[in-house]
């Protein structure tokens, strides 16, 4: 993560939110300096040396830290964390995708985890048995006093009453743990987990020199085999924190075991914590957010569908995501580990079944919704059942696509030219000349229909512009991660110029990535534009970002009058720019937050008082709650801009 002024602004703010100054001043402090130790801290901070260690180690419980004991000096070399600071945004999106995902006890987990940082199991399991005792003891003081009000329904003392808690027992805490770690989304903290990227390498490849190569390694295919010795150690350490995954994994998987036990009746009910195998209480575990990006991306993807296509083949792609992703640990490929295309866990390598896919799709769900009919002599389903065994080219834009008005719809055009209009009875007639109904009511024969329908919904996510879908064998499906991605990235870039630059500019830019560089004499008869207005056009886009220009002299002398300017789009540095505004964007929020909250510190104290907490409307004056009110109504649209800048972030940045 490139970490520029407003990204180490960013996060030390959101430290500040969650775990107050001290700790926000030793991170600040530690991405303006570098990498630190103690006694060079305590000079840059001005802390005692007992602050200094009390911050220190709320930065390290919450994994916002490297550090790496030097072995001549004996000193612990502090550096920051910032991928996992700027984590610390996502925390609500994260509890949200597993609380679809898995349950509320599997969220009530994740937000403990959240709030402890890397926590040893047994700590885990006492903090649960100690919430579970005390509501024990309280529901006792509630059936030993019939007259208290808490009792039962609406003050009903005959009410049956039970605990009020998400995580019941520490077997089932000990059950949705495993289910987690099954997922991947929590991980084991080993030896080198606090170690930077660089220094895990450093080690691994001092260790494969002095093992294999301790001469060095001499001619070309000694550096090949060096390299692939490396990226081996590498995965080695990834994969340590795994460990307690694979034991499980020993055992069968959890629907293995449900399967194995169904008929000793400990299928299903309460009885299910009881298959999960123990835990070691003397493992610490912490979130891994890496995977948690996965299955967010995942959600993007989805939404995507549902915008361009429909919720029903939404929900269909949302299970073939599920299922070809369960076993993908990241979104994108590390270069030092992944040197080779087996090793690249991002490229969409596996496929997924139609049989798989129909066998994990809920039976209530009716496939008939959202799909067009048309007579079979209207179409070619030669075309449609096209087999790709490789992933899809870069697309490159023609002149009649650089316009952008009508380039999707041309498309759509000379895709239907083949169809004649018939097909009388039909409901809905498109611009392509093909008629076609859709299924609104579930009649019998679409029920029993479900392969067919599940695979016109398979198809139309292959067919579609974005190609969601990869049609790689009759029956197999996947996705290529990469190329998507790259398209919804250029799309959602596009979207920016647009806004920005308006409709000129886009096309403008859409011709420069088309055609490559470009001189400004040539641009007027390509962009059929007045010269003056692509000069003005140019440089608003050049001071936005978004086209870069490169100077060529003519000869030897570098003289300005006689050069050409090229005109060019260079894609990762335009994103790169609208990754910093977005920073900033975000920053401003959360600093404007904390001009509302300065403004509005004498009843944001008042609200924190225990006989006022939850009860404002009641106790407050009416001064007073109005103001709080229209604070809480600026928190929320602040925390909200927040959010929707950090989905355009997460896909440029980290999908």
Not at 43 to 57: F, I, K, N
Not at 408 to 433: L, Q
Not at 630 to 644: D, I, P, S, T
Request: aromatic share 6%; glycine share 6%; net charge negative.
């Amino acid at each position: 993560m490139l970490v520029t002024k407003n990204v180490a602004e960013l996060c030390s703010l959101l430290i500040d939110e969650l775990y107050g100054e001290l700790p926000s001043r030793i991170f600040s402090i530690l991405l303006t300096r570098g990498r630190s130790s103690i006694p060079q801290l305590v000079q840059y901070t001005d802390m005692s040396l007992c602050e200094l260690r009390h911050g220190l180690a709320v930065l390290l419980q919450q994994n916002l830290l490297f550090y790496q004991v030097d072995s001549n000096s004996e000193k612990a070399m502090y550096e920051a964390n910032t991928d996992h600071a700027y984590n610390l945004l996502r925390i609500g999106k994260i509890l949200e995708m597993v609380d679809s995902s898995f349950g509320a006890p599997a969220k009530d987990v994740m937000q403990s985890l959240l709030l402890l940082g890397q926590t040893r199991i047994s700590d885990l399991v006492a903090a649960y048995q100690e919430k579970i005792d005390q509501a024990h003891q309280k529901l006792v003081k509630e059936e030993a006093d019939p007259f208290l009000e808490t009792n039962g329904v609406n003050g009903d003392s005959h009410a049956p009453k039970r605990l009020d808690l998400v995580i019941k027992t520490t077997a089932q805490l000990n059950s949705v743990i495993c289910r987690l770690v099954e997922a991947e989304l929590i991980d084991v903290v080993h030896a080198k987990t606090f170690l930077t990227p660089d220094d895990i390498y450093r080690d691994v490849e001092k260790e494969v020199l002095d093992t294999h190569f301790p001469g060095g390694p001499k001619g070309g295919k000694a550096k090949i085999e060096l390299e692939e010795k490396i990226a081996e150690g590498l995965r080695k350490v990834r994969g340590e924190s795994k460990s307690l995954k694979r034991k499980l994994e020993q055992n069968g998987t959890a629907a293995k075991r449900r399967k194995l036990f169904s008929g000793g009746g400990l299928s299903n009910g309460v009885h299910d914590v009881e298959l999960d195998p123990a835990l070691d209480p003397k493992q610490v575990i912490r979130i891994n957010y890496e995977k948690c990006l996965v299955d967010l991306r995942n959600r993007r993807l989805v939404q995507c569908v549902t915008d361009t296509i429909g919720d029903t083949t939404a929900y269909v792609y949302g299970v073939l995501l599920k299922l070809l992703t369960k076993q993908l640990p990241r979104c994108r490929s590390d270069p030092m580990m992944d040197i080779t295309e087996d090793d690249k866990d991002d490229c969409g390598k596996g496929f997924v079944t139609t049989d798989e896919i129909l066998d994990s799709l809920k039976t209530s769900v009716d496939l008939s919704v959202g799909l067009g009919k048309a007579a079979k002599d209207k179409f070619s389903s030669r075309a449609a059942e096209k087999v790709s065994g490789h992933p899809p080219k870069k697309k490159i834009i023609l002149e009649a696509e650089i316009d952008g008005d009508a380039s999707a719809d041309e498309e759509e055009e000379d895709e239907g030219s083949e169809s004649d209009e018939s097909d009388s009875d039909s409901d809905h007639k498109p611009a392509n000349g093909t008629k076609v109904k859709f299924a609104g009511v579930a009649t019998k024969e679409n029920r029993l229909d479900r392969p067919g329908q599940l695979r016109q919904h398979l198809l139309l996510l292959a067919e579609s512009n974005q190609h969601f879908v990869r049609h790689c064998g009759y029956n197999d499906w996947t996705v290529d991660f990469v190329p998507l991605m790259d398209v919804l990235r250029e799309a959602e870039l596009d979207s920016v110029i647009e806004r920005k630059s308006g409709r000129q500019g886009l096309r403008l830019v859409r011709i420069l990535r088309a055609k490559g560089k470009l001189d400004e004499k040539t641009l007027p008869n390509l962009a059929l534009m007045k010269k003056n207005e692509i000069q003005q056009k140019m440089l608003e886009m050049q001071t936005a970002g978004f086209i870069q220009v490169q100077e060529v002299p003519r000869d030897n002398k570098a003289d300005v009058k006689k050069s050409f300017f090229l005109w060019f789009v260079d894609l990762e540095k335009s994103i790169n720019t609208l990754l910093d505004t977005s920073y900033k964007a975000m920053l401003r929020c959360v600093q404007v937050l904390e001009v509302i909250r300065q403004k509005e510190k004498d009843v944001l104290l008042l609200t924190k008082r225990s006989d006022v907490r939850g009860r404002e409307r009641d106790v407050m004056r009416k001064e007073y709650y109005d103001r709080y009110a229209r604070f809480q109504a600026n928190e929320k649209k602040l925390f909200a801009q927040v959010m929707r800048i950090d989905d355009l972030v997460a896909l440029l940045r980290d999908f």
